[in-house]
Nanobody, 123 residues
Framework: VQLQAFGGGLVQAGGSLRLSCAASGYTINKLGVGWFRQAPGKEREFVAAVSWSGGNTYSADSVKGRFTISRDNAKNTVDLQMNSLKPEDTAVYYC?????????????????WGQGTLVTVSS
């Protein structure tokens, strides 16, 4: 499974970005997918996860109400809509596919990782 995250960039605080994760080489429509992020000097942290069908989602408290994860299995993609961005959201964002139908917040449930995309939120 090859994953590629894209859509990052520079945005002012309060703005929005939409990240996309595209899969190739494998259909991920039976796999849970998650987004994680890693800020400079910090450990990687969970952001949001979606089940294989899109019917079950879970977000970290720090982004709840601001970020929305969704998927389009016909396109083999998973998106992360990020609204009301804050400077503390600045990080490299990674998408990952689980070996399970829903991977939850545990990084070890995700054996497949894509290259990250940098999100920078200016104050």
């Amino acid at each position: 499974v090859q994953l590629q995250a894209f859509g990052g960039g520079l945005v002012q605080a309060g703005g929005s970005l939409r990240l996309s994760c595209a899969a190739s080489g494998y259909t991920i429509n039976k796999l849970g997918v998650g987004w994680f992020r890693q800020a400079p000097g910090k450990e990687r942290e969970f952001v949001a996860a979606v089940s294989w069908s899109g019917g079950n989602t879970y977000s970290a408290d720090s982004v709840k109400g601001r970020f929305t994860i969704s998927r389009d299995n016909a396109k083999n993609t998973v998106d992360l809509q990020m609204n009301s961005l804050k400077p503390e959201d600045t990080a490299v964002y990674y998408c990952a596919a689980s070996g399970l139908t829903f991977g939850g917040r545990t990084a070890t449930n995700y054996p497949y990782w894509g290259q990250g995309t940098l999100v920078t939120v200016s104050s």
